[in-house]
């Protein structure tokens, strides 16, 4: 059996917390997020200011803090590590919400759990799932995609892998790309329905509920403010309707009358149409006996 994990208020063997901190709203920072926090040797985080700030405000004396960006991570990542084998606390926060959604924590992760450091998570807000849950769109299967490529190639294949998933889609934004992002969804994925939510949990939080053609059209004339980011969340793609057997029984005459024989024709048309070969074969077989 396994050894328990270590908790993150404890700093006898050394951990790397992951702590979630407010997106807005500063009564969201949890009592555990506070603990952990306060007893942490070092504070890892995107902007020392920023986080500076937020533990004056919510009353917290701030231990050492470390820039974590994805300029510096290397040696800043073996730092922490060695810290934390040390029997240190390692508070690790992103500028706000839960570390490790579209920021570097994720690789100081993979050190900890490489190096055999205990990792420990302080749940807690996330932009993600408050877009998600405030959205009024399905919540049961979803797919993020964080923030997508911004030119060229690379776009052009995620919008497009975009297109045929059915799962709900939820992206990040920032204020200068909306426009274009949201005239781009509409292009490749469709008039479908969406939400944009803006200043989550803050005083002036924002939920628009549409198609993705009226939100494109909303942004183009409302002046949205420049700082923060967007959460753009998009149905996911209808089911497409079964295939009948009349449909696959003329793709069939059309193989078997250019000369295919029964078995190569249903293997054709079973890879055009995306069905079985078993069923393609059988109504191969139906036609000609």
């Keep these: 059996m396994s050894e328990p994990q270590a908790a993150a208020g404890e700093n006898t063997t050394g951990v790397i917390a992951l702590v979630a901190t407010p997106i807005g709203n500063l009564g969201d920072l949890s009592p555990r997020a506070k603990e952990t926090l ?3 040797n070092v504070i890892a ?3 020392t200011r920023r986080t500076g ?3 004056q405000l919510t009353n917290i004396k701030a231990p050492s803090l470390v820039c ?3 300029h510096n991570e290397p040696e800043v990542i073996d730092d ?3 810290r934390a084998k040390q029997g240190e606390l390692v508070a690790v926060v992103a500028d706000a919400g839960t570390p490790g959604i579209s920021d570097p924590p994720a690789s100081l992760v993979q050190a900890a759990v490489a190096g055999g450091v205990a990792v420990d998570s302080i749940p807690g807000p996330s932009a993600l799932l408050a877009g998600l849950s405030l959205s009024g769109l ?3 299967r979803f797919v993020f995609e964080g923030f997508l490529p911004r030119s060229g190639a690379p776009r052009a294949q995620r919008l497009q892998s975009l297109a045929g998933e059915q799962r709900t889609i939820v992206l ?5 790309r909306l426009k274009k992002t949201l005239r781009d969804l509409a292009d490749s994925l469709g008039d479908r329905p969406a939400a944009l939510a803006r200043e989550l949990t803050k005083l002036h939080q924002q939920v628009i509920r549409a198609s993705l053609a009226e939100l494109e059209t909303k942004a183009e004339v409302e002046s949205f403010p420049v700082r923060g980011e967007f959460v753009i969340v998009i149905a996911g793609a209808p089911e497409a309707p079964e295939l009948t057997d009349e449909a696959i029984t003329a793709a069939l005459r059309s193989e078997l009358a250019d000369g295919a024989s029964k078995r190569d024709a249903a293997a054709y048309v079973a890879n055009h ?4 070969k078993r069923r393609a074969y059988g109504l191969a077989i139906q036609l000609h006996g």
Excluded: K
């Design 38 to 40: 306060a007893a942490a």
């Design 45 to 47: 985080c995107e902007d």
């Design 53 to 55: 700030r937020l533990l």
């Design 68 to 70: 974590l960006n994805e």
């Design 80 to 82: 922490l590590i060695a």
């Design 138 to 140: 399905p919540m049961a």
């Design 172 to 176: 990040f934004e920032a204020p200068h």
């Design 273 to 276: 149409l995306g069905i079985s």
